[in-house]
C-alpha cells in the first residue's frame, strides 16, 4: 500500500509518502523501508509492480505522477528523497494526465562465450550516502566517516593538553574542520557552548532526513562539498519537521504531539496536545520558543467558505480555536481554480501573513484579510512563497522555467515587483524561507532551493535567468532533473542553549 498525503483542495504538491506491505499473520500493516530490487509505478488510475533488473532501471524505486502535471517522480524508498524529470516537455495542448501501461517485456537472448544467458541485467543503483555514521550525538563530517585520514606529521608533537585548548577557542564548524585534521582532535568533545552564538555571518544550512527519519544530513552552501550527518535520539525517530526559526524546529509526531527541538544543543521544548490531530495546511511560530511572546499559529482551510485558525502561547496549557467566514476571497482568485490552500505562514510586523497558490495573500492579527493578487501573476497555480527581507516583505512565485518576485508596499498595500536582490539571498522551502546578506559575491542576488543537482545545491540566478548548481558550471533552464526530501528545511546555526525555565512552555515568567 502507498500513501501520498497531499497538501491542501488542489493536490499540486505531495508532503509524505508512505509505503506499507500487508502482514497477513497478524493482518497489519508493516512499514516499508526497502523495495530491494523491486519498482513500483503509481498513478490516477493505474499502478503496477516490476522487477528493476528486469526493466534495466534503478531498484528501489517509486515512481508517480500528478494530476494537471507534466512532471515525472521518482521516490528513492530508503533514502526518502524525490527526484523530479520532464520525459516529456513538447506535448501539444490540450494534454491529459498520465496513466502506466506495462507493455510486455521481450526475452533477450546473448551470447557470451559460446553460452546463450537471458538479459537480465540492471543498472547499479547509486546510493546518495554510502557511508553509514558511527553511532554519536555529535554532528559529524562525512569525512570522519569514509574514512581514517592520515597523520600529518607535526600533530605528533602536539599534546592533548594543546589540542584541548585549541578547541576550546574554535566556533562550532570551525571544530568540526579542527577534527577532521587527525585521529588525535577527534578526542576532545565539544564543551557546553554559554551565552548567545547565532553564527550571524553564517549561511542557513540545508536540513534533511534520510533512513526513516533516523538521521540528520545537514549541507552548508559555503561550503558546498562539505556535509554533516547526525544520529537523532530515539524520541524523534519519525517526527516530520513543519517549521524552522533562530534554528528551532518546529515538529510533529504522529496525530496530536507538537514540540520544538534544537538540532545543535538537542533540547526540547513540548507543547500542549492537539485537541483534534494535526491537519494544518501552515504552521509558523512568531519568535524562538524561549521568549516570553512566542506564539504558535496553524491555520486550515475547512471549506470553500471558511478557514480555521489554531494557536497556542507561551505559558498556556492549551490551543485556541477559531472559526472565521473568508467572504472576500472570491474576488480575488480566478474562476476557474479550486479553492486554495494557504501554506507557509510568515510572521511580518505583529501579523501572520500567509499566501496560496494563486499568489493570494491572507493577514491574520485577531481579524481575517485577504489582499489583491499581485499583477503579472500567472492565471495558473503556481507555488508561492513569503520571506522576510529587510523589514519588507518579498513574495517569491517559482514558475519553473523562471522566478518572479514581489515586495509589498506597505503604505498601498500593493505588490511592486522586484528585479534584483543586491547584496542578499534567499532560501526557500515549505518550511523555513530566509534572507540573508550573502558573505561570498558569487552568493549575491539568487534563489536557493532544497534540492540538490549532482549532490550540489540547487540555485535561480536572477541576473542570468537560470538555474545553477553551487561548485559547476551547471546551467538550466528548468528545476528538472533534480533531488529533494518531503521532510527537510533551511535551518540557522544555533548553538546558544537555554535555560530549564525556558525550555518548559508552561513557565512564562
Keep these: 500500500m502507498v500513501c501520498l498525503d497531499k497538501r491542501g483542495y488542489l493536490n499540486y504538491l505531495v508532503v509524505s509518502i508512505n509505503v506499507s506491505r500487508l502482514d497477513f499473520s497478524s493482518m497489519s500493516w508493516k512499514e516499508v523501508n526497502t523495495l530491494g530490487d523491486t519498482v513500483l509505478f503509481l498513478g490516477l488510475n493505474t499502478n503496477a509492480c516490476r522487477s528493476a533488473a528486469e526493466l534495466g532501471l534503478s531498484k528501489g524505486y517509486l515512481y508517480y505522477t500528478l494530476p494537471k502535471d507534466q512532471s ?19 506535448l501539444l495542448t490540450p494534454w491529459f494526465s498520465s496513466q502506466w501501461i506495462m507493455m510486455p517485456q521481450p526475452t533477450v537472448s546473448v551470447a557470451v562465450g559460446g553460452q546463450v544467458i537471458e538479459n537480465g541485467s540492471s543498472k547499479v543503483r547509486q546510493d546518495d550516502y554510502t557511508t553509514k555514521a558511527k553511532e554519536t550525538e555529535e554532528i559529524i563530517t562525512e569525512d570522519l566517516i569514509e574514512k581514517d585520514l592520515a597523520e600529518p606529521g607535526p600533530w605528533v608533537v602536539v ?23 587527525c585521529k588525535a582532535n577527534k578526542l576532545p568533545i565539544m564543551k557546553p557552548i554559554s551565552g548567545a552564538l547565532r553564527s550571524t555571518y553564517l549561511t542557513p544550512w540545508l536540513l534533511f532526513s534520510t533512513e526513516n527519519a533516523t538521521r540528520y544530513n545537514f549541507v552548508d552552501p559555503m561550503h558546498n562539498s562539505e556535509k554533516y550527518l547526525m544520529n537523532l535520539p530515539e524520541l524523534l525517530a519519525g517526527a516530520i519537521i513543519r517549521c524552522q526559526k533562530g534554528g528551532w524546529l518546529l515538529m510533529s509526531k504522529g496525530r ?14 513540548q507543547l500542549p496536545e492537539l485537541r483534534n490531530g494535526y491537519g494544518f495546511a501552515g504552521i509558523s511560530f512568531s519568535s524562538l520558543p524561549t521568549c516570553s511572546d512566542c506564539a504558535v499559529f496553524g491555520i486550515t482551510q475547512q471549506n470553500e467558505e471558511e478557514i480555521s485558525i489554531h494557536m497556542t502561547l507561551r505559558g498556556a496549557d492549551h490551543w485556541r480555536f477559531r472559526l472565521i467566514q473568508n467572504n472576500d476571497l472570491e474576488k480575488h482568485i480566478n474562476a476557474s481554480i479550486n ?35 499581485p499583477r503579472g501573476f500567472s492565471n495558473a497555480a503556481y507555488v508561492s512563497f513569503l520571506v522576510e527581507c529587510e523589514d519588507e516583505l518579498l513574495l517569491v512565485q517559482i514558475l519553473g522555467v523562471s522566478v518572479k518576485i514581489f515586495r509589498l508596499d506597505s503604505l498601498k498595500m500593493v505588490w511592486r515587483k522586484v528585479k534584483s536582490l543586491g547584496k542578499h539571498m534567499l532560501f526557500i522551502n515549505f518550511t523555513s524561507c530566509l534572507s540573508a546578506v550573502a558573505p561570498k559575491s558569487w552568493m549575491e ?65
Excluded at 159 to 181: M, T
Excluded at 257 to 264: D, E, K, V
Excluded at 447 to 470: A, C, D, K, M, W
Aim: hydrophobic letters at 35%; aromatic letters at 18%; proline letters at 4%.
Design 72 to 90: 515525472l517522480y521518482m521516490f528513492d524508498v530508503e533514502d526518502k528523497c524525490i527526484t523530479t524529470t520532464l520525459p516529456c516537455s513538447n
Design 159 to 181: 599534546n592533548e593538553d594543546i589540542v584541548e585548548s585549541i578547541a576550546s577557542h574554535l566556533h562550532p564548524v570551525d571544530f568540526l574542520h579542527f577534527r577532521a585534521v
Design 256 to 269: 496530536f504531539t507538537l514540540f520544538f527541538y534544537n538540532p545543535f544543543t538537542k533540547e526540547t521544548i
Design 339 to 373: 479553492m486554495p490552500t494557504y501554506n507557509g505562514p510568515i510572521f511580518h510586523k505583529g501579523a501572520f501573513y500567509c499566501v496560496d497558490f494563486n499568489g493570494t495573500l491572507g493577514i491574520y492579527n485577531d481579524s481575517w484579510k485577504v489582499l489583491e493578487r
Design 445 to 509: 542576488n539568487k534563489v536557493y532551493f532544497p534540492r540538490l543537482h549532482n549532490e550540489q545545491i540547487f540555485y535561480y540566478s536572477l541576473e542570468t535567468g537560470s538555474y545553477h548548481s553551487v561548485g559547476s558550471k551547471h546551467s538550466a533552464k528548468d528545476y528538472f532533473d533534480t533531488k529533494g526530501w518531503t521532510n527537510c528545511t533551511w535551518i540557522e546555526p544555533n548553538w546558544s542553549r537555554s535555560t530549564s525555565k525556558q525550555l518548559d512552555w508552561l513557565n512564562n515568567n
